[in-house]
């Protein structure tokens, strides 16, 4: 790999700042999931090991370069002490003192680095001030490498720097699913919009072998193919870009998989009157849900034959029962295929990462990515500058 790691670098009594994204989804002030925060703990345990002193510095939500009480790092501190096993010291304020006072053990927080306008703007000045802090720099945070930050991007020019282990398992993981992956290579792509996901399907068709198209985008690429459908959610201003994205995976040869037969409702709502239907035969007056049985055996016979899946977004409205099926069943037979050996099964997105979870199988593919918007950039085929800083 072009970057270093934590066992290049001498860490001994030394302060090692340490990039991580905990910027976890809280609920009246209690952490409703800690992923993000699990799995930094092998690289504050590793540093500590090789006698550093990890300076953690995050953000959290976007409070736009000013002091936002309630977007405090503090309330996150309890979570991080019990998923480190140990106390943390809450610096916000006189840095350069706190960190100096540090023992042996210790781990230091520092507050929201986007309180400061600094951070956001990639602020020369402020990344300097922040490298004074420390020895050495750690990026951990690969969900937060798509922003050009001064914690993300400028500070790593200004020590030695190396990547976390959270931030090369990511790595490794992905250029396991999309740089050098063993083929056929399948990508899921789901999700309501295809406004959202241009890029990313476009650089897509170049590089894998089928594209599954599923969600309320599946509907834009039915409709540009002359196929009504009802009253679905569908761009249909976007219908010449679908033919067009349909027409370079053609010509790259790769397989674009859309439903064959879908459920229809008249009403979003949960539990609401639904049936089946072939695609071509969507009512006028009801709209694409999820995709249906035959749509789902298809997509099963395709992760049959692939060696590699890649996967961002759910394939129906997930979060509203009946409407899941889709998502659950094929997340279930990729899950199958991982814990057989068959597969390697890497996915990525905020929707996603939900969808699994609710599906019980997250656990069961070979990579999850903590990752949101860095995972769609990622498979949009972009460079993270937060990857760049760290390649020398
Ligand atoms: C995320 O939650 O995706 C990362 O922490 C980045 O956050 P941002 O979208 O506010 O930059
Ligand atoms: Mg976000």
Redesign the pocket.
């Known amino acids: 790999m072009a970057w270093k790691t934590l066992d290049d670098m001498e860490l001994a009594g030394k302060r090692v700042l340490v990039r991580v994204?905990i910027?976890v989804p809280v609920e009246d002030g209690r952490v409703t999931d800690t992923t993000r925060i699990d799995r930094i703990v092998p690289t504050v345990k590793d540093i500590q090991a090789k006698g550093g002193l990890p300076v953690l510095l995050a953000?959290f939500d976007?409070p736009k370069g000013r002091v936002v009480p309630e977007m405090s790092l503090k309330q996150i501190v309890p979570a991080l002490e019990s998923a480190l096993g140990q106390d943390v010291i809450f610096l916000n304020g006189n840095y350069g003192e706190g960190v100096a006072g540090m023992q042996d053990g210790d781990v230091a927080l520092l507050e929201n680095l986007r309180f400061n306008p600094g951070e956001e703007a990639n602020d020369a000045g402020f990344a300097k001030r922040l490298a004074s802090l420390g020895d050495v720099y750690v990026n951990d945070a690969f969900?937060?490498a798509h922003?050009a930050h001064a914690s993300t991007e400028a500070l790593a020019h200004l020590l030695p720097a190396c990547a976390g282990r959270l931030m090369a398992e990511e790595l490794s993981a992905l250029d396991r699913a999309l740089g050098s992956p063993e083929r056929p290579v399948v990508a899921v792509v789901g999700g309501a919009k295809v406004s959202t996901k241009l890029d990313l399907l476009s650089n897509l068709v170049e590089k894998v072998d089928v594209l599954v198209i599923g969600g309320g985008m599946a509907n834009t690429f039915l409709a540009a193919s002359g196929i009504d459908v009802g009253k679905s959610l569908c761009e249909h201003d976007l219908a010449q870009t679908a033919r067009d994205i349909a027409q370079k995976a053609a010509d790259k040869g790769c397989e674009i998989l859309l439903p064959r037969d879908v459920v229809v409702a008249r009403e979003f709502k949960a539990g609401a009157a639904s049936e089946t239907v072939k695609t071509e035969d969507c009512p006028a007056d009801a709209m694409i849900l999820d995709a249906g049985p035959d749509s789902v055996a298809h997509i099963m016979q395709v992760l049959e034959r692939a060696k590699t899946l890649v996967w961002n977004g759910p394939l129906g409205a997930f979060e509203i029962e009946p409407f899941d099926a889709a998502t659950n069943a094929a997340a279930k037979a990729a899950a199958q295929l991982t814990r057989a050996g068959k597969l390697v099964s890497v996915a990525g997105g905020g929707d996603t990462v939900a969808a699994l979870n609710k599906a019980g199988v997250a656990g069961d593919f070979t990579y999850v990515s903590t990752?949101?918007?860095?995972f769609l950039e990622w498979m949009e085929g972009k460079t993270l500058p937060g990857v760049a800083a760290l390649e020398k």
């Open positions: 994204d910027n953000h976007r969900s937060a922003r990752a949101g918007g860095a």
